[in-house]
């Protein structure tokens, strides 16, 4: 993702839909004192409540669950969900640009511990970028997956009699997408003395006990949907390995079944890798943004 990229980027807000903005929060705390440091309280209350509300609703009462619905209603580690905290991301990046934004304003210097913040935000955001570029990758390699289940799909499901040349050339599409399928482990998560590290820190642990389930524990990741796509393919391939031909009554049917299980999993696929790869440009777009912002500002206020 060339970094030159960003000027073409959007600059309007998304609309969030989870959350209480800085102002609100800045409303609420009318009895907090003024300035910097109450800008930077603020704000890191903020980020903790908004990774908070990341969490699955029965991990606040500290219920293991089984991975169910957030703040929103999506189930953990599915593509929504990366949605919601990508959407996280891009508030909270936001609202750092305005605390910063205005405390230059009022005296041209923040407190030593918000530069300090800045600093390690600048140094960071190119190991972002990577990160995105990571996550672009990983899209590319969901929908490759996609399009050769898709095809397994899309032979079974043609109207007429199931053929042996139909059957090879689906069991060819699963052959070659069980070949590209690989293993990919969670990150260990980060430690730091911050008001939001106890729900960062929550939510990725939360996020490697998805991966320690029974039922993932030998998929090849850890996105929902990658899961479902892996079971329905399994599903399909053993449908057709027990089809005699030629094929007729039950085993065309339950042939014909798995294949449109297979064929609606990849529709939900597409559905919701375009909008993700569009929101990981668009986190890509603003972190370079921002970090021009910072390069600029730290030249004018060595002026």
């Not at 599915?78 to 205005?102: D, K, P, T, Y």
């Amino acid at each position: 993702m060339p970094v030159t990229d960003y000027q073409g980027s959007s600059s309007s807000p998304s609309p969030f839909s989870f959350g209480r903005s800085l102002l609100s929060l800045r409303r609420d705390h009318a009895a907090m004192p003024s300035g910097e440091e109450a800008d930077l309280e603020a704000f890191q209350r903020h980020v903790a409540t908004t990774l908070a509300e990341l969490l699955p609703s029965g991990d606040g009462d500290g219920g293991g669950g089984g991975g169910g619905g957030g703040a929103g209603g999506e189930e953990i580690l599915s593509v929504g969900w990366i949605r919601r905290l990508l959407e996280a991301f891009i508030l909270c990046q936001e609202e750092f640009r305005v605390v910063v934004a205005q405390a230059r304003r009022r005296g041209g210097a923040l407190p030593a511990n918000g530069e300090r913040m800045v600093v390690e935000f600048h140094e960071k955001a190119v190991k972002a970028l990577d990160v995105c570029n990571a996550a672009r990758d990983g899209v590319d390699q969901v929908r490759r997956w996609e399009r050769l289940a898709d095809i397994a799909a899309s032979v079974l499901l043609a109207p007429g009699e199931i053929h042996e040349g139909q059957l090879r050339r689906a069991r060819k599409a699963l052959s070659d997408l069980a070949v590209l399928l690989a293993h990919h482990l969670p990150a260990a998560p980060p430690r730091a003395a911050f008001p939001w590290a106890p729900p960062l820190l929550t939510l990725q642990e939360r996020l490697a006990e998805e991966g320690k389930r029974k039922d993932r524990r030998n998929s090849c990741g850890l996105l929902k949907e990658i899961h479902v796509l892996e079971k329905s393919t399994h599903k399909l391939a053993e449908a057709i390995d027990a089809a005699p031909i030629p094929l007729f009554g039950d085993r065309e049917a339950d042939v014909r079944e798995a294949a449109a299980e297979l064929a609606a999993v990849c529709a939900a696929m597409r559905d919701g890798l375009e909008p993700l790869e569009r929101q990981v440009r668009e986190v890509f777009h603003r972190i370079v943004r921002s970090r021009v912002e910072g390069l600029d500002s730290s030249m004018h206020n060595a002026d």
